[in-house]
């Protein structure tokens, strides 16, 4: 690709001031004099990571990816075993793309508790990934942890080979921030807007809430299996008209109680926006025969093929904007 | 420029296990069931991110991008006030650029202590970074804190009125996690050697240490302001011989301890390496005329004169590689 610009800038935050903490005394290197050092004072806090790839010339506009909890915005710029990640696929679409992480999360930064962040930080296990993002069963996850086999689910596009290089992007999370995040992801759709939003799980659900507090900056959503839908009133919804939705979800959600919920959850929302006029698209893969998709549709391995129904969705909906660069092919998606 | 591919993967690292944590009821999205975390398991530690743009058509070859202490590779991708960041800089040279998170910092995710990590994170407060990378004097610092004036060096490159969106780059730091992040470090030398390293600060002492671990892989070494410097042997330094190094420095160091020990320490560095015929050259930006610069040049007001410094040393010295794309200026560096 032809490359403009790229980047990054940090979106959102404020400071905050700590006191009543005791000076560190610290050596940062072997060979040099200690300092000592301050722990009170100021400190940015919820600001925002932004990095963008611009290119020469774009012409579907600004495209932003938004991550899901436990992860950064790494994962959409490479599969765990080495092929191109959705930051490209939608480069090569036409779109300059903005992958961001989450406040406290990646390059975001993170502060210090309880000082700064009313609650302490809670990270996921290998075990644990492996079952929410529906590789395989929790009774699998179970095992694993004490040191058995860990069975994927039959059929699963994961790449279960390198499930061990993709658990090296997961990154600790805090439940206490969500207010501080979703004031973040609004300002960078006010600044980059009018946009296009993919976002994953807990972004595809700060996402819906974004499309509702600045309807007029977003030209379509994407929400990949979105935990969590917002709360809004008629005249709220109302406003999304011309901000189509499309809700997307992958396999085996059946058998997790979980999963389930938050399914049945999201089908309540797109029941919501439609009765408010909003168009609402809800694909559901294996409904559509293509099977086993994980909650990581961005990394399995059809991932690529995932990625061209989305573009496509959005391009019919783009009105004026050009064909994306990719091959077609003709599939039902719905 | 045109670009072949971006993507980013993660390099090094163990798994640890934790045991005897009780588990976490753990509610992750309203509206959803609650979560039982099982807070021990296997988790990822010691791993490394790295970020890559390959170009269409390298012709300088590989260079990574290695930041300093309490903070990111986004140093590297854009100035706080908006500029070209040296990424962009070595792409326009002709290099394919990773840009790295050191280990436990930014992408590359952190751990708990003290199960896995041994200390608890360092946290640099604004006033301190305002002073330790040398904007202002540690009186300036001080005064900042108690809600003063910030009052910055005679002259100072660094950009003052971008210096509150520096600071949302800052990440927390530990000190004990040296040897995990060396290691990282010299895994990536050895899988995109025969490289150009162009470090800076706390990063610039694991790079010297990288090329004494494989000098076979390393084509030249740039060290921006390093703290701290490697206890080789004789044979180790002599290893060394087809590795030329740069030592670059700013200004203000004279009035600052710290730093004074930090350059006196590399001059000693510089002299043995000299001794077992290595190149190595040292270049005082204020001596060649060049006034101003603080502790981080590549953010610095000249930061692309700066660049286009180092680009040019590593011109001369790589033979055969074509000229640097950038427009040349007739000026004496050393």
């Given at each position: 690709v032809n490359?403009?610009?790229?980047?990054?800038?940090?979106?959102?935050?404020?400071?905050?001031?700590?006191?009543?903490?005791?000076?560190?005394?610290?050596?940062?290197?072997?060979?040099?004099?200690?300092?000592?050092?301050?722990?009170?004072?100021?400190?940015?806090?919820?600001?925002?990571?932004?990095?963008?790839?611009?290119?020469?010339?774009?012409?579907?506009?600004?495209?932003?990816?938004?991550?899901?909890g436990s992860m950064t915005g790494a994962v959409w710029e490479r599969t765990p075993d080495d092929r191109p990640g959705w930051q490209t696929a939608f480069l090569e679409a036409g779109y300059d793309v903005y992958v961001s992480d989450a406040?406290?999360?990646?390059?975001?930064?993170?502060?210090?508790?309880?000082?700064?962040?009313?609650?302490?930080?809670?990270?996921?296990?290998?075990?644990?990934?492996?079952?929410?993002?529906?590789?395989?069963?929790?009774?699998?996850a179970a095992e694993a942890n004490a040191g058995g086999v860990w069975q994927a689910h039959p059929g699963v596009q994961f790449p279960t080979e390198a499930f061990d290089q993709f658990t090296k992007s997961l990154v600790p999370r805090w439940l206490s921030?969500?207010?501080?995040?979703?004031?973040?992801?609004?300002?960078?759709?006010?600044?980059?807007?009018?946009?296009?939003?993919?976002?994953?799980?807990?972004?595809?659900?700060?996402?819906?809430?974004?499309?509702?507090?600045?309807?007029?900056?977003?030209?379509?959503?994407?929400?990949?299996?979105?935990?969590?839908t917002p709360h809004p009133t008629g005249q709220e919804l109302a406003a999304l008209r011309d901000v189509p939705h499309l809700l997307?979800?992958?396999?085996?959600?059946?058998?997790?109680?979980?999963?389930?919920?938050?399914?049945?959850?999201?089908?309540?929302?797109?029941?919501?926006?439609?009765?408010?006029?909003?168009?609402?698209?809800?694909v559901v893969l294996p409904r559509n025969g293509i099977y086993g998709n994980s909650h990581l549709p961005m990394l399995d391995r059809n991932s690529e093929r995932i990625a061209q129904i989305v573009a496509r969705w959005l391009e019919q909906r783009a009105g004026s904007a050009p064909e994306p660069h990719f091959e077609r092919r003709n599939e039902v998606v719905s």
């Open positions: 490359v403009r610009e790229i980047g990054s800038f940090y979106m959102g935050g404020r400071v905050v001031e700590v006191r009543g903490l005791d000076p560190l005394e610290v050596r940062f290197t072997s060979g040099l004099p200690p300092r000592t050092v301050e722990q009170n004072g100021r400190f940015d806090a919820f600001q925002m990571y932004v990095h963008y790839v611009k290119l020469a010339a774009s012409e579907a506009g600004p495209l932003l990816l938004w991550h899901g406040v406290e999360r990646g390059r975001s930064s993170w502060n210090r508790h309880p000082e700064i962040y009313a609650s302490a930080p809670v990270y996921r296990s290998k075990a644990e990934a492996w079952n929410i993002f529906r590789i395989g069963p929790a009774e699998a921030n969500d207010a501080a995040t979703q004031a973040a992801y609004d300002e960078l759709v006010r600044r980059t807007g009018p946009c296009t939003i993919v976002a994953h799980s807990q972004g595809a659900a700060f996402a819906l809430q974004a499309a509702l507090n600045s309807p007029q900056s977003v030209r379509a959503l994407v929400a990949i299996e979105p935990t969590g997307l979800w992958g396999d085996f959600i059946e058998g997790e109680p979980f999963w389930r919920a938050a399914f049945e959850n999201a089908e309540r929302y797109a029941s919501a926006l439609r009765s408010a006029g909003v168009e609402c698209e809800r």
